[in-house]
Structures are given as structure tokens and as C-alpha cells.
């Protein structure tokens, strides 16, 4: 069952399931209970960076109190998924594909 689903800033449809958000949060308890900022995040990062490893991995970013949320997502054509989501203070290296100004 589908728990968190939006249409990211980059067009495409992102998803995970009530069971990987308890797998992910359970790896990152601070974002337990951050469901709506990770929406927001995906829909209106300040940030979006293709991941240095791999090209169909996308990282985005928007500012979380004095840190950044980062949602890391897998995109396979016009869908995806989150792979993890978590607190930082730095942005990693990676082509940018969308920054705001």
C-alpha cells in the first residue's frame, strides 16, 4: 500500500510504501513523523543533484530548520521511488539539475 505519492519538481511520480518508510525511519529516527516535509521536499527542493554514482539517482534538497532534508530517489522512466530520506548539514557533490535562486 502506497504511503507517501507525489509528482516531484523533475515531473515524476514518486512513491514508497508505509513498510520502507518504517525500514527508512528506523535507519533515521529524526525524520519519524517528517512525512509532509519530504513531500515538500520533492515538490519544491531548493536543491536536486544527480548522484555522482549512479544515473538513475537523484538527490533532493530543501532547507529543515538548520539542517537539510535530503531525499534520495531512483527514477525508472516517468516513475520512482525513495530510497531513503535523512537530515544533513552538506550538500554532496553531483550534477545539479535544478537550483532555485
Same mark, same amino acid.
Given at each position: ?14 512513491? $514508497? ?7 527508512? $525511519? /528506523?535507519?533515521? @529516527? /529524526?525524520?519519524?513523523?517528517? @512525512?509532509?516535509?519530504?513531500? @515538500? ?9 544527480? /548522484?555522482?554514482?549512479?544515473? @538513475?539517482?537523484?538527490?533532493?534538497? +530543501? ?21 531513503? +530520506? ?9 550534477? +545539479?539539475?535544478?537550483? $532555485?535562486?
Amino acid at each position: 500500500m502506497l504511503y507517501i505519492e507525489v509528482i516531484s519538481k523533475l515531473g515524476k511520480h514518486i512513491r $514508497t510504501t508505509k513498510r520502507h518508510w518504517d525500514y527508512i $525511519t /528506523s535507519k533515521h @529516527e /529524526s525524520i519519524i513523523g517528517m @512525512e509532509k516535509q519530504i513531500e @515538500e521536499t520533492l515538490k519544491n527542493p531548493v536543491y536536486a543533484r544527480l /548522484s555522482k554514482e549512479d544515473k @538513475e539517482v537523484y538527490l533532493y534538497y +530543501a532547507a529543515c530548520g538548520k539542517y537539510f532534508m535530503c531525499v534520495v530517489c531512483r527514477h525508472l522512466n516517468g516513475d520512482g521511488f525513495i530510497i531513503t +530520506a535523512y537530515l544533513t548539514d552538506n550538500i554532496k557533490k553531483g550534477v +545539479a539539475v535544478y537550483e $532555485t535562486n
